[in-house]
Nanobody, 117 residues
């Protein structure tokens, strides 16, 4: 069983910063690409950043920085100069091979980020 658990969300004023974390746990053999998505009320889920297993950045929206610590099985999202339109539930996503050799895409439960004006 694999779990992704996000943390670090909360309420912040416009212009502030937050750092989200997502830890993977379970019977994991390897972790490939990890990513952050967000979904605002009434909108589709969108990718905000993606990083390969070798820490190459596939994609990152402006003001957002993604990084990872493979030893800790953790991916981070540093969000700076936050705006009210960044308000959303932020989800962690990862391509994971479990110990029986099966690959899958896993999602965390999400963490709420609210930016007040």
């Amino acid at each position: 069983q694999v779990q992704l658990v996000e943390s670090g969300g909360g309420l912040v004023q416009a212009g502030g910063s937050l750092r989200l974390s997502c830890v993977a746990s379970g019977t994991i053999s390897s972790i490939g690409t990890m990513a952050w998505y967000r979904q605002a009320p009434g909108k589709q889920r969108e990718m905000v950043a993606s990083i390969t297993s070798g820490s190459s950045i596939n994609f990152a929206k402006g003001r957002f920085t993604i990084s990872r610590d493979n030893a800790k099985r953790t991916v981070y999202l540093q969000m700076n100069s936050l705006k009210p339109e960044d308000t959303a539930v932020y989800y962690c996503n990862a391509d994971i091979r479990v110990q029986n050799g099966v690959n899958g895409v896993y999602w965390g439960q999400g963490t709420q980020v609210t930016v007040s004006s």
